[in-house]
């Protein structure tokens, strides 16, 4: 065969193999690569020998902390690196000979490029320690060290995050002037927006966090249940109405600019059967929202019931407890309220006892404790805890207790000595579910009223904020904005907050400069009645203010300035302050005389003296014909006559 053609073949399949490198396709038809997988095996197991005697003699060293101890773990540590050494030797021997085979050609096809050198330098030189020798004691290397510091200082902030009493909001407050007489209620809505207070003064007062100044002034007082005090407000979960639970029989719900919504109806008083009138038929004590359903809301009355009520259908109540006592006498429930998921209806009763019933089956209680509180007493408040396990009851005998509702008949913990003087103090919990808050009562300048805090578990009593010389009847902790509200005896309602802790809320007004008061540029004039003039005589009746004030304005005659009042003797025809006319200027001067002229005679012979030595307008004028004036001399006669009485003498 021709050697020419030999070569051309072969610069045909070189042309071939360089064109397929490049189009991408050169190693398809080459084989899978094969991994030897008792070599992995076998390196994996050295490895986990390796690390766990490294682990080992570091726990020694630190132990020990000697510094033959020290020469030894460097000894062990240099036979370690030998070991690694020999094992990663060996690893690369065996995959060497494992996959010569597949990755003979693979290494030859490397995309991308080179490798850097210093990383493969770096990479050799793993094991090599740079910089001066470690001192003996030294164990761990720098980012150990450095990682013990952070673990440290997370301790330290976890300590802080366990920690309840850190997290109350009291560093700073601000107070909300309701009025004279007990804040009764509070109510906050679900976006810590709007808060609104009620009182034994029968007001209801709205107060916007957002539209407030420093002034802290309500923006809306209304009273909705004429002459009965409040004693509940709440908003509902959506934010829209408010339950308003007064003195009355009725209770009421508005919208959040305090109109009329609804009024629940009276039932018929002559009706033995209560669960056969239509409403309560004697005044209420409490009420409350549901949690999930925003329609339904629950009261209790001193009549005996505790009734569940839609706001759609004001005709008829939706369905009726009728809390009983142990002889199945009526009892009257004092406070209501609703669990956390509202499958639950709570009430606490004026004998003592907390009945629960489930709110689908009206009839039977599912819990019941018999003697929760001293008979008697009024229960002023339940609450549940957020996680639907704990109930936590305010009694009107002083206590503060909690109990599991798995397991009813004794309490779980038990607080004495808080005084209560009012049937709506309140409870609540915080919003991380670790404390239980309440308020107490004193009696008039004996004190001052205060915010008791209790730790849920251990039930010690963790902190305490003296709020006024008066009782603190309603707390209310929000969990959005992170701050407490409070109701006092004098008629104050306290925001409790914190600057870095709270959210918005009081944080929105006090930062906030007072607004000053718009003052007329101009004086409108007074309206003038004319029933009888001619209509083209009668002047236009003003229907806004603003709108004269607006035309006004645009008058050149009324828009002008008033020229400011004269200081000093007067210039430029105006005469100063004290007269702009001749007689008040006379006015003035007279005034200032302080001659007395009560006399007239005298007064006009004080200046007799003068005239005749200096005669200035009658006198020159009539010298040369003015005869000299002769006068009657007086005789002994006529001064015997002067010395007789009055009577006696003659009349001429």
């Given at each position: 065969m021709d050697p020419n053609k030999v070569d051309k073949v072969s610069d045909g399949m070189s042309g071939d193999g360089d064109m397929a490198s490049v189009m991408g396709f050169s190693g398809f038809g080459k084989?899978?690569?094969?991994?030897?997988?008792?070599?992995?095996?076998?390196?994996?197991?050295?490895?986990?020998?390796?690390?766990?005697?490294?682990?080992?003699?570091?726990?020694?060293?630190?132990?020990?902390?000697e510094s033959s101890h020290s020469v030894k773990s460097s000894g062990s540590s240099q036979r370690d690196k030998a070991v690694t050494a020999t094992s990663r030797k060996q690893e690369s021997d065996s995959s060497d000979d494992s996959s010569s085979d597949s990755d003979s050609d693979s290494d030859s096809e490397l995309i991308g490029p080179p490798v850097p050198p210093q990383l493969t330098a770096q990479e050799d030189d793993d094991d090599e320690l740079v910089g001066p020798p470690l001192p003996p004691g030294y164990t761990g290397s720098t980012a150990h060290n450095e990682d013990d510091d952070e673990d440290d200082e997370g301790e330290v902030l976890d300590e802080d995050d366990d920690n309840p009493v850190k997290k109350i909001p009291d560093t700073h407050e601000i107070t909300l002037q309701h009025g004279t007489?007990?804040?009764?209620?509070?109510?906050?809505?679900?976006?810590?927006?709007?808060?609104?207070?009620?009182?034994?003064?029968?007001?209801?007062?709205?107060?916007?966090?957002?539209?407030?100044?420093?002034?802290?002034?309500?923006?809306?007082s209304l009273q909705p249940c004429e002459c009965h005090q409040i004693k509940s407000l709440q908003y509902s979960i959506t934010g829209d109405v408010i339950l308003v639970v007064s003195g009355n029989a009725q209770a009421k719900v508005l919208d959040r600019d305090g109109f009329n919504v609804m009024e629940?109806?009276?039932?018929?008083q002559y009706i033995v059967d209560m669960a056969n009138t239509k409403g309560?038929?004697?005044?209420?004590?409490?009420?409350?929202?549901?949690?999930?359903?925003?329609?339904?809301?629950?009261?209790?009355?001193?009549?005996?019931?505790?009734?569940?009520?839609?706001?759609?259908?004001?005709?008829?109540?939706?369905s009726v407890f009728k809390p009983r006592s142990f002889q199945g006498k009526r009892v009257t429930p004092t406070c209501c309220?609703?669990?956390?998921?509202?499958?639950?209806?709570?009430?606490?009763?004026?004998?003592?006892?907390?009945?629960?019933?489930?709110?689908?089956?009206?009839?039977?209680?599912?819990?019941?404790?018999?003697?929760?509180?001293?008979?008697?007493?009024?229960?002023?408040?339940?609450?549940?805890?957020?996680?639907?396990?704990?109930?936590?009851s305010r009694g009107g005998d002083d206590t503060l207790k909690t109990w599991d509702i798995r397991s009813f008949k004794k309490p779980l913990n038990v607080a004495t000595g808080l005084t209560s003087y009012f049937p709506m103090t309140d409870c609540c919990f915080s919003p991380d579910d670790k404390l239980l808050v309440t308020g107490t009562s004193v009696k008039k300048d004996q004190g001052n009223g205060k915010l008791v805090f209790f730790d849920?578990?251990?039930?010690?009593?963790?902190?305490?904020?003296?709020?006024?010389?008066a009782s603190v009847v309603r707390c209310l902790w929000h969990p959005k904005l992170n701050q407490i509200m409070v109701g006092t005896g004098n008629g104050l309602a306290k925001v409790y907050y914190d600057p870095v802790k709270s959210h918005r809320g009081a944080k929105l007004c006090v930062v906030k400069s007072k607004r000053k008061?718009?003052?007329?540029?101009?004086?409108?004039?007074?309206?003038?009645?004319?029933?009888?003039?001619?209509?083209?005589?009668?002047?236009?009746?003003?229907?806004?203010?603003?709108?004269?004030?607006?035309?006004?304005?645009?008058?050149?005659?009324?828009?002008?300035?008033?020229?400011?009042?004269?200081?000093?003797?007067?210039?430029?025809?105006?005469?100063?302050?004290?007269?702009?006319?001749?007689?008040?200027?006379?006015?003035?001067?007279?005034a200032l005389d302080k001659t007395d002229d009560s006399n007239p005679r005298e007064a006009i012979l004080r200046h007799a003296k003068d005239a005749s030595e200096n005669p200035y307008w009658v006198a020159p004028a009539y010298t040369a014909t003015q005869p000299e004036p002769v006068f009657a001399e007086e005789s002994e006669e006529d001064e015997e006559a002067d010395k007789e009485p009055q009577w006696k003498k003659r009349k001429i």
């Open positions: 084989k899978a690569r094969t991994f030897d997988l008792d070599a992995i095996f076998e390196q994996t197991r050295r490895t986990a020998i390796e690390r766990s005697q490294r682990v080992f003699d570091e726990r020694q060293k630190e132990d020990e902390g007489k007990t804040v009764s209620a509070l109510g906050l809505d679900p976006s810590g927006a709007r808060l609104v207070t009620g009182g034994y003064d029968y007001d209801v007062r709205f107060w916007d966090f957002a539209g407030m100044d420093q002034a802290l002034q309500a923006f809306r629940c109806v009276k039932g018929d309560h038929t004697a005044m209420l004590n409490g009420g409350c929202w549901h949690p999930k359903i925003k329609e339904e809301f629950m009261t209790c009355s001193n009549d005996g019931t505790v009734r569940t009520w839609d706001l759609n259908s004001d005709k008829k109540h939706k309220t609703y669990s956390r998921d509202g499958k639950l209806i709570a009430a606490g009763c004026q004998d003592g006892t907390i009945q629960i019933w489930d709110r689908n089956l009206s009839v039977h209680t599912k819990f019941h404790c018999r003697q929760a509180h001293t008979p008697g007493s009024d229960t002023s408040c339940l609450t549940f805890s957020y996680d639907g396990m704990t109930l936590a849920r578990t251990s039930f010690q009593r963790v902190y305490e904020i003296e709020v006024t010389n008061e718009k003052q007329a540029e101009t004086l409108t004039q007074d309206y003038i009645i004319t029933p009888h003039a001619l209509p083209m005589f009668r002047e236009a009746r003003q229907r806004s203010t603003r709108k004269q004030l607006e035309k006004d304005r645009l008058d050149p005659k009324k828009s002008h300035k008033p020229e400011p009042p004269v200081s000093g003797p007067g210039r430029g025809g105006r005469v100063a302050a004290h007269g702009g006319t001749l007689s008040s200027f006379i006015v003035k001067n007279i």
